[in-house]
């Protein structure tokens, strides 16, 4: 069963930077299409970005493009959220993910696999 586990929330101020990684347990992540989504207080869970498990592709939300870069390290089967600019509206719990398929990652769906989340909050 493929465990995902966040880390690196925490409190930053508005303009600075932070760097989630997501541990996953459980399987390679050589041939998973991987991604990360939020939520904030009162809202629903929104899709931040994604990528091919070869880098060769990666999709982001409007709202981060330019801000946010996801990557990876195969070797430690490890994903990457690196969040710089940060602004107060990007408070919220940012969750790891995979999707099932190169479908589903394509077209966006609903991941099958879903971290614990991590508590990311911009304030001054």
């Known amino acids: 069963q493929v465990l995902l586990v966040e880390s690196g929330g925490g409190l930053v101020q508005p303009g600075g930077s932070l760097r989630l990684s997501c541990l996953v347990n459980?399987?390679?992540?050589?041939?998973?299409?991987m991604g990360w989504f939020r939520q904030a207080p009162g809202q629903e869970r929104e899709f931040v970005a994604r990528m091919h498990p070869s880098g060769s592709s990666s999709y982001y939300a409007d709202s981060v493009k330019g801000r946010f870069t996801i990557s990876r390290d195969n070797a430690k089967n490890t994903v990457y959220l690196q969040m710089n600019s940060l602004k107060p509206e990007d408070t919220a719990v940012y969750y790891c993910?995979?999707?099932?398929?190169?479908?589903?990652?394509?077209?966006?769906?609903?991941?099958?696999?879903w971290g614990q989340g991590t508590q990311v909050t911009v304030s001054s």
């Open positions: 459980g399987g390679t992540i050589n041939h998973a299409y």
């Open positions: 993910t995979q999707y099932d398929s190169y479908k589903d990652y394509v077209l966006g769906a609903d991941p099958a696999y």
